[in-house]
């Protein structure tokens, strides 16, 4: 299986930051790498797949880069509602796998 | 508007069975490859089932394979787990979500917990 590695496993920032998060992959998996927000108690949102490409609806402060085994979702500058627990997964192969998460807290 | 509705998560003693039931609505259901996802406090999201659009392909995590069937009802709208021998490892929120495209998932359940205990 491939491995997803998430840094940091929790961030402190303040509403304007800009915030970079990143994911390893164990093995390249080209650009097969979504990003997921998840707020306490909700499923997680969609933000970013195929590495790079914003989902609909979701903020243009949010965006994500990378291919191969390295990625990162960057928040250009941080909104009150962008307080939540981010996780990456890679849609390469089976089975797909997440990240452990990354918290992302005042 | 996209909706996955997920339904019979509940109490289970340890090696019983459960079936949970995901119902979508707001998309032509027949089109979409589906999957199970879920979610431990401990463990973090996890993926446990995907089903092709029409059931042709199937995958399942190893850590439920021979005890987890995953189908569909594209007449119904219906998405299904049937789960058997549980563990309490097993104990997590299920959740039902739509493929997009390749493995990530666009639309997600509001999740049934599942809880594995004697």
């Known amino acids: 299986d491939i491995q997803m590695t998430q840094s940091p496993s929790s961030v402190s920032a303040s509403v304007g930051d800009r915030v970079t998060i990143t994911c390893r992959a164990s093995?390249?998996?080209?650009?097969?790498l979504a990003w997921y927000q998840q707020k306490p108690g909700k499923a997680p949102k969609l933000l970013i797949y195929s590495a790079s490409s914003l989902q609909s609806g979701v903020p243009s402060r949010f965006s994500g880069s990378g291919s191969g085994t390295d990625f990162t979702l960057t928040i250009s500058s941080l909104q009150p509602e962008d307080f939540a627990t981010y996780y990456c997964?890679?849609?390469?192969?089976?089975?797909?796998?997440f990240g452990q998460g990354t918290r992302l807290e005042i | 508007e996209v909706q996955l509705v997920e339904s019979g998560g509940g109490l289970v003693k340890p090696g019983g069975s459960l079936r949970l039931s995901c119902a979508a609505s707001g998309f032509t259901f027949s089109n979409y490859n589906m999957n199970w996802v879920r979610q431990t406090p401990g463990k973090g999201l996890e993926w446990v089932s995907s089903?092709?659009?029409?059931?042709?392909?199937?995958y399942y995590a190893d850590s439920v394979k021979g005890r987890f069937t995953i189908s569909r009802d594209n007449a119904k709208l219906s998405l299904y787990l049937q789960m058997h021998s549980l563990r309490a490892e097993d104990t997590a929120v299920y959740y039902c979500?739509?493929?997009?495209?390749?493995?990530?998932?666009?639309?997600w359940g509001q999740g049934t917990l599942v809880t594995v205990s004697s």
């Open positions: 089903i092709s659009s029409s059931s042709s392909y199937i």
């Open positions: 979500a739509r493929n997009q495209v390749e493995m990530e998932s666009d639309y």
């Open positions: 093995q390249g998996i080209s650009n097969w």
């Open positions: 997964q890679q849609a390469n192969s089976f089975p797909p796998t």
